[in-house]
T-cell receptor, first 112, second 112 residues
Framework: SQTIHQWPATLVQPVGSPLSLECTVE??????LYWYRQAAGRGLQLLFY??????ISSEVPQNLSASRPQDRQFILSSKKLLLSDSGFYLC???????????FGQGTRLTVV | DQQVKQNSPSLSVQEGRISILNCDYT??????FLWYKKYPAEGPTFLIS???IKDKNEDGRFTVFLNKSAKHLSLHIVPSQPGDSAVYFC???????????WGAGTKLIIKP
């Protein structure tokens, strides 16, 4: 069966520090991968998606970047965190476009 | 511009009764709709979906209704159980587009 791992679960980082969140998927090949952010009281905002290794599409211009070094690995990064980067970050995958997405457990990021 | 709206931030329902969660959308190009359930500090889990060629889809206690002319969909949970207490998100997509557009969520509280 397919599983998705996302870590860490919680993270407290100072302003200006770098960020690296990692997501891996098991049990499937060539998934579509996504990074979402949920701000307090708001819906999920798509940040990045990837349909293959090295292929990254950005939906929202911001302080973050994403990379897909391997088929089932998706990394969310920042060189210098801002206070506004605080939120709940979720990694997800789909096997095809327009099918249901399966989410990781999420990372609660607090920038202080 | 919020294309998918869940106008009720919260809803309280007695155990055993019907829970009705509502979602409105503005983009007539949306043709695929999904409902997700989310517990605190976890990723959303897929519940049920509906294509625009249908007006109803049922899965156990969960039924989704779609009214295209009103650009409205609803999720019915019958009977409501304590484990149904969670935040429910509706999401919509259009063909040839990877992005799901999410509502802000409705917190459902099932009272014993």
């Amino acid at each position: 069966s397919q599983t998705i791992h996302q870590w860490p679960a919680t993270l407290v980082q100072p302003v200006g520090s770098p960020l690296s969140l990692e997501c891996t998927v098991e049990g499937t090949s060539n998934p579509n991968l996504y990074w979402y952010r949920q701000a307090a009281g708001r819906g999920l905002q798509l940040l990045f998606y990837s349909v293959g290794i090295g292929q990254i599409s950005s939906e929202v211009p911001q302080n973050l970047s994403a990379s897909r070094p391997q088929d089932r690995q998706f990394i969310l990064s920042s060189k210098k965190l801002l206070l506004s980067d605080s939120g709940f970050y979720l990694c997800a995958w789909t096997i095809r476009v327009r099918t249901e997405a399966f989410f990781g457990q999420g990372t609660r990021l607090t920038v202080v | 511009d919020q294309q998918v709206k869940q106008n009720s931030p919260s809803l309280s329902v007695q155990e055993g009764r019907i829970s009705i969660l509502n979602c409105d959308y503005t983009n007539s190009m949306f043709d695929y709709f999904l409902w997700y359930k989310k517990y605190p500090a976890e990723g959303p889990t897929f519940l049920i979906s509906i294509s625009s060629i249908k007006d109803k889809n049922e899965d156990g206690r969960f039924t989704v209704f779609l009214n295209k002319s009103a650009k409205h969909l609803s999720l019915h949970i019958v009977p409501s159980q304590p484990g149904d207490s969670a935040v429910y998100f509706c999401a919509a997509s259009r063909d040839s587009n990877y992005q799901l557009i999410w509502g802000a969520g409705t917190k459902l509280i099932i009272k014993p």
